[in-house]
């Protein structure tokens, strides 16, 4: 709880009537970071409906044993979903599409949500969820708008700049403002010894 971490390491699946703890559907354990709110109401779970033992149930049934699917959906989740407003057929599953939706509207990279929701490859997670991410052409068409925008700012930037620094605001584009007030009498430029050496003007 300390550091928001948690472990997935096992699963609990109900067979026939009886309860079987087992490996990960994919037997690889993953860490997820938990958000600051959800950290808070796991340790007033754990402090107040939690038995003291370290390998005790973090949700259970009012005996502490594990709780069953049936019992879950029937005594606590159809009720709060009616609590909540939210449509009647919405199942747990559901909220975990919410929070990768959400994450994908912030911009969260697809590798890391691959990772957050535990998939063994980012295809999978592409192939459920990729409908959600903006489009590529989208992303690459505005990435150049906007950087056309941005060479077009510091054009007009530079030009104020140079107006302000010369006090010239007239002059045909590209041409340059030259003062000629202290350049002396204008001659031939002496002989070049190298270039008289090699050629011959005539």
């Known amino acids: 709880m300390l550091r928001g971490n948690l472990e997935v390491a096992e699963s609990l699946a109900e067979v026939g009537g009886d309860l079987h703890f087992g490996p990960t559907k994919n037997y ?3 860490v997820v970071t938990l958000p600051k709110f959800l950290r808070e109401m796991l340790n007033h779970q754990l402090v107040t409906y939690t038995a003291p033992e370290p390998e005790a149930l973090l949700f259970t049934a009012s005996n502490f044993s594990p709780m069953r699917n049936s019992n879950f959906s029937s005594n606590l989740w159809r009720p709060a979903v009616e609590a909540a407003g939210l449509p009647e057929g919405l199942r747990v599953h559901d909220l975990r599409h919410t929070a990768v939706a959400i994450l994908i509207s912030q911009g969260v990279h697809p590798e890391a949500i691959k990772r957050f ?4 490859s980012i295809m999978v997670t592409m192939d459920i969820y990729g409908h959600l991410f903006p489009s590529e052409q989208e992303a690459l068409a505005k990435a150049l708008d906007d950087s056309f925008a941005e060479s077009q700012t510091d054009k007009r930037r530079t030009k104020t700049d140079e107006t302000e620094a010369t006090g010239e605001d007239d002059y045909p584009k590209g041409q ?27």
């Open 28 to 30: 690889r354990n993953r």
């Open 117 to 120: 929701l535990g998939h063994s």
């Open 176 to 202: 340059a403002i030259l003062d000629f007030s202290e350049v002396g009498p204008v001659g031939l430029e002496p002989p070049t010894t190298w270039f008289e050496a090699r050629y011959s003007i005539q």
